[in-house]
């Protein structure tokens, strides 16, 4: 039908559209984020894009279903403003049907998204995972710079000379403070220092020449010192490296099928199946929403209705808090779809419904 082309085509642009620029949006806010952590020496700035990779689908379970819902509110807004909707009520199609059309469109966001909520976004929150602890290894010495203090977690590296192949460093400071109240901080001066290949990934092993190592306990005089021609330095993975990512949010979701008797998992469990169905109350609430004048612009109930579906996001998100908390069951992430549906379907419905209220009123009173 060429109706349904005509509808396809032009909501499918304008949400490629919106969602992109929202992802060009909070993604460019977050690499800024991570610029700042590189440029303070805690990440490797060659890890950048692949970090941004890999979080990309975490933030597309958000921005698509905001973006497709912008992009029908902007489309069905223009048929009003342009007259198109009257040209079509004239040939007996209604907003109802129009939105009958669009069910097509609606199953194919929905296999997106529900692809990008059960597979995608777990498997980048691993990869971001692995990256994040791989890197959290390669902080101090790997990221040393001559002649410049570097902060990594509980460490602090100086180094007067770095050779091309970053593993022999002179005139080194390192600094480390006490992980536990009563034990002393650690200094250690060194004329030389050495990279030495680890068996494991968990750590840094160095070997430092010719220095002093002090004991220093904070808030008292006492100290300890003691000199070496030789010295290994084991440096383990530094943990305030690591980025914040919920465990449960990477596990896959057969583990999370297997664990589902547990409140937290059975959260994220109903986030994953429930959520990508906002994208079909996105379709219900554009139709309920999209009616405006012509003079009155397209514009004009965009903001009331971003802040209606944002409202759902939100209450879906305190469900998930609820439910991980065991004060909710899992069955609350269907009940919100389905009241904000029916309410949407039901306000859709105001143009037959309003004369006939009006009318039993009018006869209730008489």
Excluded at 84 to 107: D, Y
Excluded at 164 to 188: C, H, S, T, W
Excluded at 235 to 255: C, N, T, W
Aim: glycine content about 6%.
């Amino acid at each position: 039908m060429i109706i349904r082309r005509y509808l396809v085509k032009q909501v499918l642009s304008t949400s490629l559209v919106v969602i992109a620029l929202l992802t060009l949006i909070m993604m460019g806010g977050r690499l800024i984020k991570y610029f700042g952590v590189a440029a303070q020496g805690r990440l490797d700035a060659s890890i950048l894009f692949s970090i941004i990779g890999y979080r990309l689908p975490e933030f597309l379970t958000l921005i698509l279903p905001l973006g497709f819902f912008i992009g029908l509110m902007l489309v069905l807004g223009r048929l009003y403003v342009d007259h198109e909707m009257a040209v079509l009520n004239g040939s007996g199609i209604s907003r109802n049907q129009l939105g009958r059309l669009l069910i097509p469109l609606t199953l194919a966001f929905l296999a997106v998204q529900t692809v990008l909520m059960i597979w995608m976004s777990p498997w980048g929150i691993r990869q971001f995972e692995a990256l994040t602890t791989k890197q959290a290894v390669r902080t101090g010495f790997d990221l040393v710079r001559p002649k410049e203090f570097i902060s990594s977690g509980p460490y602090t590296i100086y180094a007067g000379d770095l050779s091309e192949d970053r593993r022999n460093l002179k005139d080194v400071f390192f600094y480390q403070r006490a992980e536990k109240p009563g034990q002393p901080d650690i200094m250690i001066l060194a004329k030389e220092a050495t990279r030495v290949e680890a068996p494991d990934e968990t750590a840094s092993i160095v070997d430092l020449v010719q220095g002093r190592r002090y004991e220093i306990f904070p808030r008292t005089p006492k100290y300890t010192q003691a000199e070496f021609q030789s010295y290994r330095l084991r440096l383990e993975s530094d943990q305030e490296a690591k980025f914040e990512s919920s465990e449960v949010e990477a596990l896959p979701i057969s583990k999370l099928w297997n664990n589902r008797n547990d409140p937290v998992v059975a959260s994220e469990l109903g986030w994953r199946i429930f959520v990508p169905f906002s994208i079909v109350a996105a379709l219900i609430l554009a139709i309920a929403l999209c009616e405006v004048s012509p003079r009155q612009g397209r514009y004009l109930k965009l903001f009331p209705a971003l802040l209606i579906f944002s409202s759902l996001i939100v209450a879906l998100m305190a469900v998930k808090t609820r439910v991980s908390k065991d004060e909710m069951g899992i069955w609350a992430y269907p009940v919100v779809l389905m009241v904000y549906a029916i309410t949407a379907a039901l306000f859709s419905r105001k143009q037959k419904l309003a004369p006939k209220i009006k009318k039993r009123i009018q006869q209730a009173r008489s």
